[in-house]
C-alpha cells in the first residue's frame, strides 16, 4: 500500500477529484496554501495499491501538468501609473507536486 | 516512530481527540474534505512509538468504527414530488481510513 | 528523497515559511488546529533531498524552538472574581513537532 500526496492547483483540484473517483480511487482532500504553487492548492491524500501509483500518477499528469494558457482578464501594470488596460497575456497555469510515501498498514474500520 | 494518519468522520472527530489526548497521545488535526468518507471529515496526524500503534487503532476502531444509526429527521424523497415525510431511516455513520507511515527522524524542538 | 512534516505555531510560521523560501525551499502550508502544540498550529510540507533533512530541521529550530516570553496584556484571573489585572506574565511559546518520512517517489509535473 502506498500513500500519494499530490500538491495541485485549487483550479485543477475538481475535475482531478472526479476523474479519480471515476476511477474508484478514494480521496482525501486538505485544504492548503501557497509555497508550491504561486496560487491557492489543495492537497490530496491517495491511498493506492502499490501497483497502481502509476497509474495515478499519470491521471494527476494528464490533468494538472504545467500548461501555458492565454488570458485577456486585464493584469494590473504598475509602469502605466494605475490605468489597467486588458491584453492578451499568457500565463503558466496548472503544475503539481507528488510525494509517494510507503505505509506500513493500512486500516479501514 | 510512527506517524498515524487517520480520516475520520467530522462528528466522531471530538470525542476521538478527547480520548487520544486522556490516553496522552499527541494530535494534530488537519481540517480535510469528502472523498474517503462521504460527508465532511476530519485528518488527523498521531506520531507514537512503534509498540502503541496498535492501541491507537483500536481506540480510533471503537470509537469512529462504521455502524447503523436510526435518525427520524425528514429526509428528501425525490419519489414523493418534493413532499418530505419524516420517518425513520437507518443510516450508515462513522468509519475511518487509517494509514500509518515510518517515521525516519522525529523532532520535537 | 524525504518528506519532512512540521507543526509549527501559527504565529512563528510567516517568519518560517519566508527564511524557507529564501532558502530554495518549497513548502505547501496545511490548515491544522490543537492537539500538538496549545494554541493554533499550521503544518508545512516540505520536500527535500536527504542531505538537507538536517539544515531544514535548523531553520525550525532556530525561528520556532520553545522559549519564554514575558506578555503584559490582561490574563483572566478567576481568583480575582471577574476583574482583570494586566501585569506582567512569562509564558511558553513557539515549539514544533517534526516527521521526516521517506519518499519512494518524488515527482514534478
Ligand atoms: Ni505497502
Ligand atoms: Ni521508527
Ligand atoms: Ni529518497
Redesign the interface.
Known amino acids: 500500500?502506498?500513500?500519494v500526496?499530490a500538491?495541485v492547483q485549487d483550479e485543477d483540484a475538481p475535475k482531478l477529484?472526479d476523474n479519480l473517483?471515476k476511477n474508484n480511487y478514494?480521496?482525501?482532500?486538505?485544504?492548503?496554501?501557497?509555497?508550491?504553487l504561486k496560487s491557492g492548492?489543495t492537497?490530496?491524500?491517495i491511498?493506492v495499491e502499490k501497483e497502481k501509483?502509476d497509474d495515478v500518477?499519470e491521471i494527476?499528469?494528464k490533468l494538472?501538468?504545467?500548461r501555458k494558457q492565454v488570458t485577456t482578464s486585464p493584469s494590473p501594470t504598475p509602469m502605466t501609473g494605475g490605468v489597467y488596460i486588458p491584453y492578451p497575456v499568457e500565463v503558466q497555469v496548472g503544475?503539481?507536486?507528488?510525494?509517494?510515501?510507503?505505509?506500513?498498514?493500512?486500516?479501514?474500520?
Open positions: 500500500m502506498k500513500l500526496i500538491i477529484v473517483m478514494r480521496i482525501t482532500k486538505l485544504a492548503s496554501t501557497g509555497g508550491f492548492n492537497t490530496l491524500l491511498g501509483v500518477i494527476i499528469k494538472c501538468k504545467s503544475g503539481a507536486t507528488i510525494f509517494v510515501v510507503d505505509v506500513d498498514k493500512f486500516e479501514k474500520v
